[in-house]
């Protein structure tokens, strides 16, 4: 191993192009493993498979307690009518974070996990304390009007509960999955799923009871009140929860991104983002409560513009990330893990498409997985390499960057060809970065 700055390198013995799988020179001997050492057992509540089952049960639970709580304000076909509404601005949400994520994809077990816990845990805290508050308004403050204690409701208690609820996922995957957050678009993207899943299952209970009251009061034209509450929540505003949380979800991503000895920030930005994220809801619930000029001004003024600034910020930092990757990536190509046309082709979500097009091309689905799981951890390496180069190494850096380098080396074979033909097509080799010492770049198979 080299230690270069803030970072460690593994350098091969061997580096040529597709010469035999590096080693690490200075590695020390595995120690011998003692013989009637009986291996550590992990404490019950540590194992993997126990926190997976805790964690899957509480939101078992949750989603059938809110399946029946919004099956008792809504009835049968109410909540049938608004699920199948709900759902409809889901997939494009999704869609639109999936591909913010597109550089450096998050495992589908986080998201899935976020969507859950906004749909069921948060929603069900919601519920359940908005409830109480909604009561204990009503009897316990000597409010003037109703209209003053939907004010309260809506614009004081509401926003707290809920941002509160949602960001408690964001907390516990940046306590006990540290390694996710490499930056400002992991919180954002884990928050957006969030509050798109939570806004699923308040869509729900508010078209729900919009069909009820149709069915009940008999409202004129088909379906009124179903109309009028589907265009104010899924069509006029449907990145309203995503957009809340998504100002805790940055506050952490900001948080993962300091320096260990910057223990003040790492505690200041997710608590900013969170008061952040109520005082949108807060302005957002406040105005709906008000007259209609002032739902449209609070529409127009701020929710657009700070909707507009934050699509522009995600967008930034996905292209932060690839930058990332073209800066960092080079090393590796001047220890001879890579050629230089990689760091290329990795740094250009179009390069990649287009080297996992020619692998299948060339050598069926096989090769088009190896070059998607060659680039995922590429560019696990070089946010892993970043991290340590701006001062906040992880602690396992050196074991982490060898596992990644080692895994890569086993799809270099189809891998590395795809990505040099990619490169050279999208891109004029001149710019190319060609450090001094790296082995010359050999033309792919079949050029």
């Given at each position: 191993m080299q230690y270069e700055g803030a970072q460690l390198i593994a350098r091969p013995r061997e580096p040529e192009e597709f010469g035999p799988r590096p080693v690490y020179a200075d590695a020390p001997p595995k120690p011998p493993e003692p013989v009637a050492a009986a291996p550590a057992r992990k404490r019950f509540w540590r194992r993997r498979g126990v926190r997976i089952g805790a964690v899957a049960t509480v939101l078992t639970l949750?989603?059938?307690?809110?399946?029946?709580?919004?099956?008792?304000?809504?009835?049968?076909?109410?909540?049938?009518v608004g699920g199948g509404l709900a759902l409809l601005p889901v997939p494009l949400l999704i869609a639109g974070f999936l591909w913010l994520d597109r550089v450096a994809p998050g495992p589908w077990r986080y998201r899935i996990f976020a969507f859950a816990w906004g749909a069921f845990a948060a929603t069900l805290v919601a519920m359940l304390a908005n409830t109480f508050a909604a009561r204990w308004i009503a009897t316990g403050l000597p409010t003037a009007s109703s209209r003053e204690a939907d004010l309260w409701g809506m614009a004081v208690v509401a926003p707290v509960v809920e941002e509160a609820a949602k960001a408690a996922a964001i907390l516990l995957l940046f306590l006990f999955r540290r390694h996710y957050f490499a930056g400002l678009v992991?919180?954002?993207?884990?928050a957006g799923i969030i509050g798109t899943g939570f806004a699923f299952t308040e869509n729900i209970l508010y078209l729900g009871r919009a069909y009820e009251e149709n069915q009940t009061f008999g409202d004129s034209g088909p379906l009124a009140t179903v109309t009028v509450t589907f265009v104010a929540r899924v069509v006029f505003s449907p990145f309203a929860h995503p957009l809340f949380t998504a100002m805790a979800g940055i506050g952490f991503g900001l948080a993962a991104m300091t320096v260990a000895r910057q223990r003040v920030r790492r505690v200041l930005f997710p608590v900013a983002g969170l008061l952040l994220a109520m005082a949108l809801h807060s302005l957002w619930n406040g105005s709906a409560v008000m007259n209609g000029f002032v739902f449209l001004g609070a529409y127009a003024f701020v929710m657009a513009p700070v909707f507009g600034l934050l699509v522009w910020l995600a967008v930034w930092s996905r292209g932060g990330k690839l930058r990332t990757i073209r800066d960092q990536l080079p090393a590796y190509a001047h220890a001879g893990w890579l050629v230089p046309a990689e760091p290329v082709a990795l740094a250009s979500l179009r390069t990649r498409k287009l080297a996992r097009t020619l692998a299948r091309h060339a050598h069926g689905d096989e090769a088009r997985r190896a070059v998607a799981d060659y680039t995922r951890s590429a560019t696990t390496l070089a946010l892993l390499r970043a991290q340590a180069t701006q001062g906040r190494p992880a602690k396992d850096y050196a074991a982490r960057e060898q596992a990644l380098l080692a895994h890569m080396w086993q799809n270099k074979a189809l891998a590395q060809p795809a990505l040099t033909r990619a490169a050279y097509t999208t891109t004029p080799p001149s710019p190319w970065p060609l450090p001094q010492g790296a082995?010359?770049?050999?033309?792919?198979?079949g050029t």
């Open positions: 949750a989603g059938l307690a809110i399946l029946g709580l919004v099956w008792s304000e809504t009835g049968t076909h109410g909540m049938l992991d919180g954002l993207v884990l082995p010359h770049l050999a033309k792919a198979p």
